[in-house]
Structure formats: C-alpha cells, structure tokens
C-alpha cells in the first residue's frame, strides 16, 4: 500500500511538472501570438504601439473606426484598440495594460453605447485573451469579476487553456516563432464588409415592447476615473455615440437615461460628447450589416466624418 501511494506521489509530480513545462511554453508562444484575439494584447506587452490617439471602446470601435482614415485626416498614428463584447471594465484594463508599457496618447476617441455602461452578464466574452497574463496582479483581479477562468485557472498550471485546442497549437508553434494564423487586422481594427443580416428583423419579434438596460453604478465609477486621468495626464478625451440603424431607436428604452449620464459627465468634466445617433447614415440600411454596426463602407463614410468633427474641435474651425 505504502509503496502503491509512493508511485501516486511520484506520478503526480511528474504530471504536474510536466503542466508546468507546457504551460510555461504555450504561456510564452501566446505572449507573442499575431492571432486576431491575441494580436492586441501582443503588441500591448511588446510596447509597439505608442500611438498618438487612441481609439477604445466595445465593437462599436473595433467594427467602425478606421486609423488609416483617422491618420490621413489628423496626421496622427493612430491605433484602435476596441474589444469586441466587452464592457468598460474590461476596456479600461486593456487601456492601464497599454498605457505601462506604451507611450501615452495625446487624444482618445471613447465609443460609448447602453453595453459600455452596463456590466457583461455571464461568462466574459473572449476571456481566453487574457490566459497568457494571469500572473498579472491587475489582470487576474479584474478577470475575476467575471465567469469564465476559475480557482483551477488561476492557481494550477495549464488548465487556463483547457477547452481551447487552437490556442494550444497557435502557442507550442508560436514559442518557436512559427506563426500560421495572423491576423488580418489593419492597426486593430477589423473591416466588415458584409450585407444586412436581416437579424434585426428576427430582434423585433422577440422584443416587440423594447429592451431596457440599467446603468451600473461600478462601472460608471470606474468610468469617470479614467475621465479624471484622462484630464490629469492632458489627453484629450472625446466621447462618441456611433451611428445605430434608425428603426433601432424606438425598442431602445434606456437611451434616454444613457443620454443624461453622458451629457451630465460631458459637462461635468469638460469633454466633448458626439452623438451621431441621427446622423444621416442611420437612415441608409446599406451601410449596416446589423442594426448596431456599420459595414466596411458606412465605417468608412463614419471614420471620414468623425475625423473631420475632431479637426474642426481641436483646431476651433
């Protein structure tokens, strides 16, 4: 029996080093991963961005808000840094991560919509991203406000990429700098250049009498510290409400709300709030490929107008 426990122990020990030698190889692989989930956070950690403006938000950004376009009409390098599906919360961590180890900005374009203000429900979208950098105080903290890692991933090895095959492959490949899936993302942002999906369409019968979302008094906490840093390190801030396909409006029951706190914290703190809400491109379906994002040419139309709005704030013409 004692002998039997013995050989227990002793392959325990050698499984779990074994964990630790394949976490620690796919770990350092994932850390210099280009796939289109890790590409951000690669750069983020390598310091290679060091962009002058920054473009940040959910997919409002990371769908709709081209640098090249926003470079050719400021003469900046600019970098979108928009995280698909996720809250503020979230945005902001990525923002600190990017901030340590990048130059800061001089101007950040904030989209801000009712999913900005509210706190993700259930597991956090993507959260795989952030596997490479649990180590990190910061990230391990907020990721635990959320589901998806649990008290296994955070404390044993290997087990954070459990469920997560390709990830696994992109990293053991990726430590010895063979890279198969890069991104094809152009400075973080991603075109759409997709039709109407008609699921608005199938929105409409399932919420005939309108959606509602509450504000979360955390994240809008954490919203306006990262307005007061913003102020503290002279970073012009500029609020932006992206266009939203027009018929959308009527089932959108908090706007109204929404809408207050943003004017109330534009005025609060002296940052500039553009709604482009009833802009004219809420009105041409063609340049939606949903009711929420515009596609590759209504972005493009979109990037071209902000840029303009932002020249003629910063310049006072």
């Known amino acids: 029996m004692r002998k039997f426990l013995s050989n227990i122990i002793f392959l325990g020990l050698i499984l779990t080093a074994v964990f630790f030698v394949f976490d620690k190889v796919i770990t350092s692989g994932l850390r210099k991963s280009d796939m289109v989930i890790y590409e951000k956070v690669t750069k983020i950690f390598n310091g290679s961005i060091n962009a002058d403006l920054i473009i940040n938000g959910n997919s409002k950004s990371y769908v709709q808000l081209s640098p090249k376009i ?3 009409v400021l003469n900046l390098n600019s970098y979108n840094l928009g995280l698909d599906g996720n809250d503020f919360v979230i945005q902001k961590l990525q923002y600190d991560l990017y901030e340590q180890k990048n130059t800061v900005p001089e101007i950040i374009i904030q989209t801000v919509d ?7 429900e259930g597991e956090l979208y993507n959260y795989v991203r952030f596997a490479p950098y649990l180590d990190i105080k910061q990230v391990k903290n907020t990721t635990k406000l959320y589901d998806g890692f649990t008290f296994v991933d955070y404390n044993l090895p290997l087990f954070k990429y459990s469920g997560q095959p390709l990830e696994v492959v992109d990293g053991l490949l990726s430590a010895f700098d063979v890279h198969v899936a890069p991104s094809n993302l152009e400075k973080g942002y991603i075109q759409k250049n997709l039709t109407w999906d008609n699921s608005f369409e199938k929105f409409k019968e399932l919420n005939k009498n309108g959606v509602k979302f509450a504000l979360d008094k955390t994240t809008c906490v954490v919203f306006e510290t990262y307005i007061k840093e913003c102020k503290l390190k002279n970073i012009k801030l500029f609020l932006v409400y992206t266009p939203v396909y027009y018929e959308f409006i009527p089932y959108d029951l908090s706007r109204q709300v ?14 500039p ?9 809420t009105f041409e379906k063609n340049y939606f490929f949903n009711s929420q994002h515009l596609n590759k040419e209504g972005s493009e139309l979109f990037t071209t107008k902000l840029g303009q709005d932002i020249k003629a704030s910063l310049t006072g013409k």
């Open 70 to 72: 926003i470079d050719s």
């Open 114 to 120: 009712f999913s900005t203000m509210r706190k993700a």
């Open 258 to 271: 929404l809408f207050d706190y943003l004017n109330e914290v534009s005025k609060k703190y002296d940052v």
């Open 273 to 281: 709030f553009f709604d482009y809400s009833e802009d004219k491109l």
